[in-house]
């Protein structure tokens, strides 16, 4: 393709893209395909010769858009969103355009530094603690998912506690040979288990604390285990918190939580069951041992923009690590999450290997930042660039009608919720996320439910909460308005009014 044929195509992918926001409200939010009829429409080979560009979006019409969910239809509330903006989508072209690899700063130090220098801004931006600013001994990495960025601080947390002995010993070997034991609510993200599984952490050494009545992390219930464990010998070596949980945006109290993480590390020094190992520099100075915090705020750490709901920061200052993602509610396009970190050397001391075909002068020398070593994958995207034009597309002022508004229309759904008879809220609402049930029970939920989905305009999907299915209405969507979360009110209501919930 010559850059003239790319500028064609690129202009006809882009009318296409435009052509697709302007009739979004126009396909079934959820696509109806059956399962296998995507593939079935397709060549069984690839082409043995190139195609024109113009049958290429004959057939992305055709094949691929009936096997499409609209997640920027406006009447998307499912999950959580997963935000897409014009001004992201374009720096994410550019990005692909450009096609670096920033594994290194040497490799390419505009997709390095254009990250730290982003990452910084965010850190004021939403009211983090100046120990995450890169000025000092943190910093912030883009990483893909939220999953990634919890993993990567389990692997931290765990070297960390075994004065990074597994990475020379194996998992099985740490320092005292203690059991190594998580904690994280009943209501954490289901990343954290997956996380431990790969760490070699472990089902089993995982403690998946009560919540109280707003499923919120009881700070309690979290100490009677902590001290049990230390008392039987086990090494309670990294805590997640989550502000703003996946089933109901509840907020743990990350305060209340550090402070049993240092009472218990302080209160109940452990017996090594096993003989103490000689000792080994232990980045992260933790002479303690305390338990490394973790803050997961993947959906909600978006509205700090807003200071209103800096609250949920209270405490994050006291955490070792926080992460929340921009590609759900800040206006940027997946992938794109952000990572956190209080002292870097746990992330360079964990993941940083040099072999000589990568190394470099100026990333020997410590004056740059090698990014590959602040995380699992070696190569990585410039995703910085859309950040960077999302922050100065919209500003720190358009940034904050987005939330609030979303925020407002969330408020005004529960509202109606709470002044109908046969709907109740089930749980607190913090944001923009609304979780509430027909007062008929289960079946008649997922009825509702099912019969809101098969209507084509709105989507929402369900959590259980206490045992119960609760219906979840998640505003957060680029372009919705109003008129969406009021038609989604109606259909709910039709929904259930129509009978054949038996
Ligand atoms: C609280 C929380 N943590 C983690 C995740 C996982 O996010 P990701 O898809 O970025 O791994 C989610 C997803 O919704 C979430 O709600």
């Known amino acids: 393709m010559t850059p003239e044929q790319f500028r064609i195509h690129g202009q006809q992918a882009i009318n296409w893209i435009a052509e697709y926001y302007e009739n979004l409200e126009s396909y079934p939010v959820m696509s109806r395909v059956q399962p296998g009829s995507v593939r079935s429409a397709l060549p069984p080979a690839a082409p043995e010769h190139g195609e024109p560009f113009e049958h290429l979006l004959r057939d992305l019409d055709r094949h691929v858009m009936p096997g499409i969910t609209h997640w920027q239809a406006p009447g998307f509330f499912a999950y959580f969103p997963a935000n897409s903006s014009p001004a992201s989508v374009l720096g994410d072209l550019i990005s692909s355009g450009l096609g670096v690899q920033g594994m290194m700063w040497a490799t390419s130090p ?17 009211g983090l603690p100046d120990s995450f600013l890169s000025s000092g001994d943190g910093g912030g990495v883009i990483q893909d998912t939220a999953s990634s960025a919890t993993l990567s601080a389990l692997l931290a947390a765990r070297e960390r506690a075994t004065g990074f002995a597994s990475n020379r010993e194996g998992v099985q070997q740490g320092q005292s040979g203690r059991r190594l034991v998580a904690y994280a609510s009943s209501q954490t993200h289901s990343s954290f288990a997956k996380a431990a599984r790969i760490a070699g952490i472990g089902d089993e050494n995982i403690r998946l604390i009560p919540v109280d009545a707003n499923y919120a992390m009881d700070p309690d219930a979290l100490r009677i285990q902590m001290s049990d464990d230390r008392a039987a010998g086990h090494h309670p070596f990294f805590v997640c918190a989550t502000v703003g949980t996946t089933a109901s945006t509840a907020l743990d109290p990350v305060d209340a939580i550090a402070d049993v993480i240092a009472d218990v590390a302080f209160s109940a020094p452990v017996t090594p069951v096993a003989p103490a190992a000689p000792a080994v520099p232990v980045a992260g100075d933790q002479p303690d041992g305390s338990a490394w915090l973790h803050v997961d705020a993947a959906f909600a750490g978006s509205a700090c923009v807003c200071p209103e709901h800096r609250h949920m920061n ?3 200052e006291r955490a070792d690590s926080y992460t ?18 209080r002292d870097r050397r746990a992330l360079t001391e964990t993941f940083a290997i040099n072999p000589e075909y990568l ?22 995207r410039f995703r910085s660039l859309k950040l960077w034009f999302v922050l100065r597309h919209y500003g720190v002022e358009g940034l904050r009608k987005y939330i609030r508004s979303h925020v407002a229309l969330a408020k005004e759904f529960a509202s109606w919720v709470e002044a109908s008879d046969d709907f109740e809220l089930v749980a607190p609402v913090p944001l923009s996320l609304v979780c509430f049930r027909h007062v ?10 099912e019969r809101v989905n098969a209507g084509g305009s709105t989507y929402l999907t369900h959590a259980k909460l206490d045992g119960r299915v609760a219906l979840r209405l998640a505003v957060g969507g680029v372009r919705t308005e109003r008129r969406h979360v009021e038609a989604a009110w109606n259909e709910i209501q039709a929904a259930a009014a129509d009978g054949g919930l038996d």
């Open 314 to 316: 209270v405490g994050v």
């Open 324 to 341: 929340f993602n921009p590609h759900k509610w800040m206006l940027t396009n997946f992938d794109c999450n952000v990572f956190y970190v």
């Open 359 to 380: 190394r470099t002068d100026v990333g020997d020398s410590g004056a740059v930042i090698d990014y590959r070593d602040w995380h699992i994958p070696l190569g990585r």
């Open 110 to 126: 505009a997709c390095t530094e254009l990250e730290t220098h982003v990452l910084d801004w965010l850190v004021e931006l939403l």
């Open 440 to 449: 008929g029970g289960d079946a008649v939920n997922r009825a509702v439910m």
